[in-house]
């Protein structure tokens, strides 16, 4: 139940963090397991956001219910473990002479005493030609080529993906974690963008007619990104 205004809000004894910010134009709802963000332009009135969390309430308590029913497991970057990585999967090797991530056919040899960030750099690295290519390619899909920027790997806490005025995109490297479908959804999410920098019927329509089932995805996305580590 949310508090008074003055008070801390909580959904399901969950803590409710508001964010703000001048460059944001719309309210959005984020449900991680544990914790609820609500993201608010400066200006909107915490009336209002009361209101907004209110009518949200029985949909994020569920989505709260769903993560504190799953168990939730780290993936262990092992030698031998496998990992998923743009529809493929690779076997990590730890190596102790190893100074860099190395892709040897489907084997992924890491250094044994860094192998953590080694695999982040390594993922990093490989994802933006993929990236670039499939953005590009729903930008052209989408009649917006002309208006794409330039295309970047993030490593943002919030967002799985964004777009800017001036048409640059960036995608989440953990999203070369995801089932393809689950990225390519992404990609189109942002490159619609392109065309309306804003989530109107209007560009939802832009993304349904090049992916009829995307609410599929972002459903995928809502219940299992948090795996994606």
Not at 50 to 72: G, M, N
Not at 143 to 158: H, I, K
């Amino acid at each position: 139940m949310l508090g008074p205004m003055s008070a801390q809000w909580f959904i399901s004894g969950v803590p409710v963090t508001v964010k703000r910010s001048a460059r944001r134009r719309t309210v959005a709802v984020q449900v991680r397991p544990g914790a609820v963000t609500l993201y608010a332009p400066q200006r909107v009135p915490l009336a209002q956001l009361q209101d907004i969390l209110s009518r949200r309430h029985d949909w994020v308590a569920h989505h709260l219910a769903q993560y504190a029913a799953r168990p939730v497991t780290a993936q262990a970057h092992t030698d031998g473990s496998e990992l998923p990585f743009l529809g493929e999967t690779l076997t990590l090797r730890l190596r102790p002479l190893q100074e860099k991530g190395t892709r040897v056919g489907n084997d992924l040899h890491l250094p044994a005493d860094n192998a953590e960030r080694a695999l982040v750099a390594w993922t990093r690295a490989g994802c933006l030609d993929p990236y670039t290519a499939l953005v590009t390619d729903y930008a052209a899909r989408l009649g917006a080529a002309d208006r794409l920027g330039n295309v970047r790997v993030s490593d943002t806490a919030t967002r799985w993906g964004s777009c800017s005025s001036r048409g640059d995109i960036r995608l989440h490297w953990k999203l070369s974690r995801a089932p393809l479908d689950a990225l390519h959804y992404v990609a189109l999410h942002e490159a619609a963008h392109l065309l309306e920098l804003n989530h109107s019927p209007r560009y939802w329509a832009h993304v349904a007619r090049v992916m009829p089932g995307w609410q599929t995805q972002r459903r995928w996305l809502r219940e299992h990104g948090q795996t994606l580590g």
